[in-house]
C-alpha cells in the first residue's frame, strides 16, 4: 500500500474496534501515526503491542464530559500536532419507538451528536491555526432514508450529517477538509442490537458491508488532492433493499 498519510497524525474515536478498528489500521497502513481512541483500555494496548509505537493509546469515556474535553490535549501531548480526526465512536437503538429504553435514547443521542459536536469543537481551534486538517465523521445510510425500523438512530444520523454540511462551510476557508461516510449496515457489534429477523434477513441476502471496505472508501477520502472535498459518500451492498 502506498504510504500516501506519512507524517500525519490522526485521532480515531471508537477505535478498538469496528469501523474505528478498519479505518486506524487502513491509516497507519498508510503511514500515519494514530492516536487510537477508545475506553477499552485492554483492547488498546493489545493494538499498541501489535502495531507498535504508531500507535498512541488514549483510553477516554466519551461520555464523560471531563474526560471528552481531554482528547485534543492528550493527542498533542503524545504527538505534537493533529491531521486526521474520524469522529467514529456511536451507539444504536433500533426497534419500534415505544418498546426503546429512554435511558438508552439519552446515552445513544449524546454519544451520536453532542459528543462528535464537542470533539470537532475541540479540534477545530488547532486545525485553523495550522491551516489544514481533515475531518471525517462516520454517519449512516440512515442519515438519508426514514428507515422505519430504527426512528431514534436515523434521526441521530440526520443530525450528523446536517452538522458535517454546515461546519465544511464555515471552515473550508482555513483549509479544512470535512466529510461524512455514510454507509449501509456493516458488520459490527452495533448490529447486535437489531431486529433478529432483519439480521437474519441481510446476512442470508448478501446484504451487509465489511467494516474494512467501510475504512478502504475513508482513506480514498483522506487522500484526495487538497483542492478536493468527498463531502458525502453513501456506500451500500449491492444486495440491499430499503
Not at 22 to 33: D, Q
Not at 47 to 69: S, T, Y
Not at 156 to 165: G, L, M, N, R, T
Request: one cysteine or more; proline letters at 5%; aromatic letters at 4%.
Amino acid at each position: 500500500m502506498a504510504r500516501d498519510l506519512e507524517g500525519k497524525i490522526a485521532a480515531v474515536t471508537g477505535a478498538a474496534s469496528g469501523i474505528g478498528l478498519a479505518s486506524s489500521e487502513a491509516m497507519l497502513a498508510a503511514g500515519a501515526r494514530v492516536s487510537m481512541i477508545d475506553r477499552d483500555q485492554a483492547a488498546l494496548a493489545a493494538l499498541r503491542d501489535k502495531h507498535g509505537d504508531a500507535v498512541i493509546p488514549v483510553v477516554i469515556d466519551l461520555l464523560d464530559p471531563r474526560d471528552c474535553a481531554t482528547l485534543l490535549p492528550r493527542v498533542l501531548e503524545a504527538a505534537g500536532q493533529l491531521d486526521i480526526f474520524h469522529a467514529n465512536a456511536g451507539s444504536y437503538v433500533g426497534g419500534d419507538l415505544v418498546d426503546a429504553d429512554t435511558s438508552a435514547i439519552d446515552r445513544m443521542l449524546n454519544l451520536n451528536i453532542n459528543v462528535v459536536m464537542k470533539n470537532v469543537h475541540d479540534v477545530l481551534p488547532h486545525m485553523i491555526a495550522r491551516k489544514t486538517g481533515d475531518i471525517i465523521v462516520t454517519s449512516s445510510l440512515a442519515a438519508h432514508f426514514p428507515t422505519p425500523w430504527e426512528p431514534v438512530y436515523a434521526a441521530s444520523k440526520w443530525a450528523i450529517d446536517c452538522f458535517v454540511q454546515t461546519v465544511r462551510r464555515q471552515v473550508f476557508k482555513h483549509g479544512i477538509r470535512v466529510g461524512a461516510i455514510s454507509p449501509g449496515p456493516v458488520i459490527t457489534a452495533l448490529l447486535a442490537d437489531w431486529p433478529a429477523e432483519k439480521l437474519r434477513e441481510a446476512r442470508e441476502s448478501g446484504s451487509l458491508l465489511e467494516a474494512s471496505e467501510v475504512a478502504n472508501v475513508v482513506l480514498f477520502m483522506l487522500t484526495r488532492p487538497r483542492g478536493m472535498t468527498i463531502r458525502d459518500v453513501v456506500m451500500l451492498p449491492t444486495n440491499f433493499d430499503l
